[in-house]
């Protein structure tokens, strides 16, 4: 069973990756194709890495391990800090 759909991916966008001039040739494998400038991320290949997380943080949880979230973009910068206080997980 799927962790996230496919329908749920493209609406919030996460198939769009970085300018065509802005790339690293080891992403080759997971780009999809090439439109107006963009690079179009594989989700088939994204779906399934996704689930490979996800099953890997739920055992981890289950044993009682601990569990750290870091956002290097921008975006997720401001919600990290907080978000520990709010699981009540050890930071």
């Not at 198939?15 to 690079?39: A, C, D, L, V």
Request: net charge positive; proline share 7%; glycine share 6%.
């Amino acid at each position: 069973m799927a962790v996230i759909s496919m329908r749920a991916l493209l609406e919030t966008g996460v198939h769009f990756g970085h300018r065509t001039q802005r790339w690293h040739p080891r992403m080759k494998s997971y780009i999809f194709t090439e439109r107006n400038g963009i690079h179009i991320i594989d989700l088939q290949q994204t779906i399934a890495r996704l689930e490979e997380a996800y099953n890997l943080v739920r055992d981890c949880a289950a044993d009682g391990g601990a569990i750290l979230f870091i956002g290097t973009k921008r975006q997720a910068q401001p919600p990290s800090p907080s978000r520990p206080i709010v699981a009540v997980c050890p930071m």
